[in-house]
Structure formats: C-alpha cells, structure tokens
C-alpha cells in the first residue's frame, strides 16, 4: 500500500474541495439545509491564476497531515513523510527550513521483516507536532512501525533561522504516537503534559488514553476492556477549564468506537463519542493504579430527527474544530459527520455547547442488567464523591484521587458509560449534504466580525474527486489538482492553510474580487469577509471609517446599499446574427450559481418587454436559451435578468438579428420574386469558406507536425504559390470535388484559375 493510500480515509476520485459556509443567524433549532448549491465554484487554474493560491510539495515526500500554526514566529511547521519543515505563513511556496528525519536503517529493515512495505510504510511518518516552550517544539513520528519523539529547537522570534533536531536526543513514542502510518492519533499538550489518544501496540489492538511527559506518573485507560474502549479511532483532544480552580480541569477526547450497547443482532456499530478525564488525575491507590479513575464516555448524537422516531444517524465523527468565546470555559464545538449506511450517503455538521456536554456526564449512568443484559439508566445509589469529579476545593476535600474510596473506584470501573447521549444544539444539524459524490473531512471555523454583528464562517474539507440556523454555502473551491483528500486544515488571521497526501496549499480569507464589479454583485454574496468601499468589493477591516463602506450580511439587499451605485444601470450588449431556419444560442451566465435567470424580449427600445416563455421551439439549458429553427420575428433585443435573495438585476442585453436563408446561400429559385425585384444574392460567406479550406501556411505546418507525431507520413511540402509541380504533393481529390461543385456551375471558372 502507497504511503499516499495509507493516510487517506476516503476513496479518491476526481478532485478535492474545499465548501465555505457562513451561518447567517444565532443558534436556536430549525431545519438544516438538506443540500446546496455554493453561490461561487472556483476551479483549481482560477484560484492559482487569479487568488492567491499557492502550494507546496516535496520530492520523495507526502503525507502533510500534521500542521502547527505560529502567529509569533511567522511560520507554518509541517509535519510530513520522513521530513518536518518551517514555511512562511504569509508564502509557503517559499521553504526556508527543512529537516531530514528518516527511521534509521535498522528499523527499517526489522519493519520489512514484518511484512511491511519498505518503500511504502516502512519510513518515518511526522503524526504529532505541538509547541513545547518558547523556543522549542514537540514532534513524534511512526517511526517505521517503531514510534520515536524529539525535541525541536525553532528559535524565540521570527528572525531567528533555526530548525534543528538533535537526533542523539530521542525518545520513546509508545503512547504518542501510532505504529502504523494508516491509523489516527490525537493529542494535546497542557503545560509540560502531554494527553494522547493512539494505539500503543504494533498490531493496532490495545488502544489507550495516555498521560505522558511532565512530573505526574504516566497514566492511561484500563487495558483490553471494552467497556472503555472498543476499536476507537481517534480525532480530536482539547483542553477546557471547568471553573477558576485548576484542579478542575477536565481533558476532553472525540472519538469513534464499536458501540458496546449496540442490539444484539445487528453486527457492528459506530458510535461517536465524547470522553473525559481530569487534569489532576493520579490514579487508584489499591484498584486501578496508574489507571484514570475519572473517565467517563457518552454518545454524541448527530441526527435528522425522522416520523416515528427514526432518526437518521451521522456516527462517523470525522473532525472536531473547538471555537473559542469570550468565555474560556464555553466554547462551542464544531464537529462533521458521515454515515456508515449503505442506504444513506451523506455528511454533516452539528454543533455542542459545554453546558450539554456537562449535563450529560452530570446525568444517570448506563448499566447492564436483566435477563437480556440490556443497558439501562442505573437507579441504584451513585457513591460519594461522584465517579467523574476532580478531586478539588470546589467539589469536596479530598486531595487527590489516590484517596477516593474504593466503592468509588470500583463503581467509575465498571461504569465508564453514560446513559444520556450530548445532543447538539437545536437537536439536529446545522447543515447536511445528502447523496453528493464527496464525503466532509476536515473542518475550521471562523468567527468574524461584521458590519451587523458576529458570523461564524466554516471551511469544510472534502474527501471528493465539498435562534434559527440559516446556512448559506458561499463557495466550492477546488483547492487540489488531484483527487487527494484533506487531511488536515490550519486557519489563520488571513489565510487558511489545508495539506493533503500529496501536496499543502494556502488561499487568503477573502476573494472579494471574485463577485465582480458591482455593488449589487458584491452584497449578494454576504461575504462578512467582504464589502463595498464605493469603487470596488473589497476586504471588510472593522474599526475604520470609511464614508462609502457598504455591508450588510445578514441582509444583503443592494435595493438599499447600492441605490447609489453609478454602474447599476450600465448593461454589457451583445450583437447575434441568426439564419432563418437554423438554431441560435442565446448564452447568459451568472457568477453566482444561486441565481434564478429570466428573459425577456422586446422587438424594438420602444416596445414593452414580455417574458420569453419556453416550449419546444425555445428551449432552456443551464448556459442560456436555444432557439430551433429560427424565425424572422425572433429578431429584437433579449435581455438575460438575475433574480437572487429578492434583487433582480439585468447582466446582459443581446440584439438578435435574423438572416433570410436565401441570403445566407445567395441561391434563389426560379420565379422567386426577390430576383425579379433585382435583389443581389449575397455571397459574403465565400471568403469565409476559403479562410477555412485553405488555412494559412503555418496552420499547414502545425498539422503536418500533428500527423507526424501519430505516426503518418508528413505530407510534402507545398509551395506558395502556382500548381502543384513535380515532387510535389496533389490536392486531395475530396478538397478539390468540394470546391468545383460549390455554386452555380456558371460561376465557376476554369480549373487552371485555381489558386491550388
């Protein structure tokens, strides 16, 4: 297996994409938005040509997975295939540092032995990459299937140059990081301590939550018992304060497991879960020594709420993305889902408060009891203190956990489960994409400040060839020229960064320029990142006066910011001619995809315009309007309207006229009155036939260089002018028919007047 196909986690096919989603409103429940249409698509030579994407990539390298954004430092640290690397934020196509980071030759060879790929997965592949200090960092790779950490010097300040690893200075990665390139790992380090989510075995079985690094013993989860962990797949560890005390700091980890309260019957199923663990946690003193003794787990419920209570299900977690607020201690989590389902395809976003996250782990604990063994809400009496507190001054006196009763041990042993599941905020997601050929990812949020107030504006990755919640998909960006997926997404104060297997890319925030001229254009796009300065679209910068700045998101209504717009009322013309009989292809296409298109028509500037209504004879496409057999009153002025969130604006006037078919041939019949009224035939379109039969000498030599290269003979070359001679090439007998027999027989000349 490719190292490329070992870190991927969905199917690749024909590109990767990169959804923008802007939540217009304040969070309360409502229905989500069951598919959407992005109001801009822009393909991959779009956004390298005209918006700042950039990329990069190495030679003999893959696998960007683990990126570290410092603010500080100006840098972009990457972890990658056998290398770690610090680019430029503001440019990563500009690689400054680089180090060479390889599994030793030893290891590799014991890998191969293992039956692993040598080329493939037998290097050492960058999983974790954190800040430690000031001036150094924290990196852990694969190893080839023998895990390895070190220490990272990168200097205090941006100007200072250093990247160095000292490789005699390594450590154990057991615990940190995964053996094997394919499987996920998930960590956070507070202060010296380091929580990890990984499988600390070569076979990939014995799964765990470990505490490593810093002065606390080394704490992790009770080994080989399902009802702590059962086949989890990691994704996500934060770090959130419970209270002002310290010691009440809980670690939180999101994941995905075989769910252990699954029907009988019904094989194997995932569940997404959330889990927690305090800070301060030292373990049992007598029963579960150097175990957590405060670990709890529930489900985290993404669901569309359907008739009879059968819920549609999203249980794939596949991403968290924790949004900070002004208070530290609630922030709101962002999570994507897929499901599972053979029947339903689809992914989805919902969205957590702690306060529900906290009400769940404060709610009944599930138990098995009953003939079946049946997982019920526990009615019994829940020792003191309760089995999930940190031992602290807020919740009682006890120092630590080594002085918890064993009762309380013994119970938090055997009840790791919640019966109560968290569910998200206005019980069902905020935005979900049913049977679209792309699965979501990666997910990043950005709150941004506007003219109206406070949006949060999510980036969802794709694994593709992308009070009331209203979203609005803003835009479809084809980041990747590949099909790779993202595996990892980095967002700055004005860029976002996204690595793939394959290469990492960095696109601005905003692409005001993209939504056109116009003020209407630029208010119809509701881009809190953008706003109409009186010439142009431009980037929203809050705090600053400016006279003419126009922005209104929640809105959107150019009726009322654009009244003054100089340009709204100039519309671009288009010249079409049509001949009678044949097809005419009126073309009319908006930027934004969102649009409604309505045509109108008026034979002259005089006459009143009236909808032009479709049937077989006119027909509508996704590009415009098709005219079959064109007749002569089809001849007037068309004017292409588009209709979005309420505004209807004209983008294009078009002025159709219609040529008689007697005219576009000049051939006449007898007894046709136009020729005993002394009307000319028109023969216009003969200069037009000759350019295309006899294409310029240059034309010539392109083909010939065209055939030569598939495979025939070149023809042989034909002078300029007079006929052909000897050693020359004839005409082609079929070019030569073509021409003798256009027209009337009485105009042609004689056959040494042509020009071949």
């Not at 923008?20 to 409502?30: I, V």
């Not at 910011?561 to 079409?576: A, G, I, Y």
């Not at 590009?623 to 969130?645: F, I, M, N, P, Q």
């Not at 240059?698 to 070359?717: E, I, M, N």
């Amino acid at each position: 297996m490719s190292p490329r196909g070992a870190t991927s986690q969905t199917p690749a096919m024909s590109r990767t994409l990169l959804l923008l989603l802007l939540l217009l409103r304040g969070l309360a429940a409502g229905r989500p938005q069951a598919a959407a249409t992005p109001r801009l698509k822009l393909s991959f030579p779009e956004l390298r040509a005209r918006h700042g994407l950039r990329l990069f990539s190495l030679e003999h390298s893959c696998c960007y997975e683990a990126l570290l954004l410092d603010e500080e430092r100006g840098r972009l640290f990457v972890g990658a295939q056998n290398h770690l690397l610090s680019l430029a934020l503001d440019d990563i196509s500009q690689r400054d540092r680089k180090i060479y980071w390889p599994a030793p030759v030893e290891w590799r060879e014991e890998c191969n032995w293992a039956g692993k790929d040598i080329t493939a997965e037998c290097m050492n592949f960058v999983k974790i990459l954190h800040p430690y200090n000031r001036t150094h960092l924290y990196a852990c790779g694969t190893g080839a299937f023998h895990p390895v950490c070190a220490f990272i010097e990168a200097g205090q300040h941006a100007e200072e140059p250093v990247l160095k690893l000292d490789p005699h200075h390594t450590e154990d990665g057991k615990g940190k990081s995964p053996y094997d390139p394919r499987h996920t790992a998930a960590s956070v380090l507070v202060g010296e301590e380091l929580y990890s989510g990984v499988a600390t075995d070569l076979m990939g079985r014995d799964f765990t939550i470990f505490r490593s690094l810093g002065r606390r013993p080394s704490i992790r989860t009770e080994q080989h018992d399902s009802r702590w962990l059962n086949e989890p797949k990691f994704v996500a560890v934060f770090w959130v304060p419970e209270s002002e005390d310290p010691d009440d700091d809980k670690i939180y980890f999101f994941f995905r497991e075989t769910a252990v309260e699954r029907q009988q019957g019904l094989g194997k199923t995932s569940f997404a879960r959330i889990g927690q663990i305090c800070r301060n946690d030292m373990g049992g003193q007598r029963s579960l020594v150097n175990k957590w003794t405060t670990f709890l787990k529930a489900r985290l419920v993404c669901a569309v709420p359907g008739p009879d209570g059968a819920d549609t299900h999203f249980d794939e977690l596949r991403d968290v993305f924790l949004l900070q607020t002004r208070d530290k201690r609630n922030p709101l989590i962002y999570a994507i889902f897929s499901t599972s389902s053979s029947v339903f395809q689809g992914s989805a976003v919902c969205v957590y408060t702690m306060a529900d996250i906290r009400r769940a782990f404060l709610g009944p604990f599930a138990h098995k009891e009953g003939p079946n063994y049946q997982w019920v809400s526990y009615q019994g009496r829940v020792p003191y203190p309760r089995p999930g507190m940190c031992p602290s001054k807020t919740f009682g006196t006890f120092g630590s956990t080594k002085d918890f009763p064993d009762e309380v041990i013994q119970f938090a042993r055997h009840h790791p489960l919640m019966y109560n599941p968290v569910l998200p905020h206005g019980q069902r997601p905020l935005f979900l994409q049913a049977a679209v050929p792309y699965t979501f990812t990666r997910i990043a949020v950005d709150r941004v400040t506007a003219a109206d107030g406070h949006y949060d504006v999510l980036f969802i990755g794709t694994g593709m060839y992308w009070h009331r919640m209203e979203p609005l998909l803003l835009e479809e960006l084809q980041v990747f020229q590949d099909a790779s997926p993202i595996i990892s997404l980095q967002l700055s104060s004005k860029r976002l960064y996204a690595g793939s297997a394959t290469a990492l890319a960095q696109l601005p925030l905003h692409r005001c320029g993209a939504y056109g001229k116009a003020c209407a254009e630029c208010c119809l796009a509701r881009d809190p990142y953008c706003a109409w300065d009186g010439n142009t679209c431009t980037r929203y910068v809050p705090n600053t006066k400016r006279r003419f700045r126009r922005q209104d998101v929640r809105n959107g209504d150019p009726n009322v910011l654009c009244s003054e717009d100089p340009r709204q009322d100039t519309v671009p013309q288009k010249q079409l001619y049509g001949v009678e009989g044949s097809t005419v292809f009126l073309e009319c296409i908006p930027k934004s995809l969102q649009a409604h298109i309505l045509w109108t028509y008026q034979r002259t500037l005089s006459d009143p315009q009236r909808e032009v209504q479709m049937d077989e004879r006119v027909v509508r496409t996704e590009r415009g309007v098709l005219l079959r057999s064109v007749k002569r009153s089809d001849a007037g002025l068309y004017l292409c309207h588009a209709t979005e969130h309420g505004f209807t604006q004209p983008l294009l006037r078009l002025s159709l006229e219609v040529i008689g078919a007697w005219q576009a041939t000049g051939v006449a019949s007898a007894g046709d009155p136009r020729l005993a009224a002394g009307i000319p035939r028109k023969v216009w379109y003969r200069d037009f036939l000759q350019l295309v039969e006899r294409p310029p000498l240059g034309a010539t030599d392109k083909v010939c260089q065209r055939l030569w290269s598939q495979g025939r003979p070149p023809p042989a070359p034909r002078s300029p002018a007079g006929p052909p001679g000897r050693g020359q090439r004839e005409e082609p007998r079929r070019a030569r028919r073509r021409r003798t027999h256009e027209g009337p027989r009485a105009e042609r000349g004689p056959r040494s007047a042509s020009p071949w």
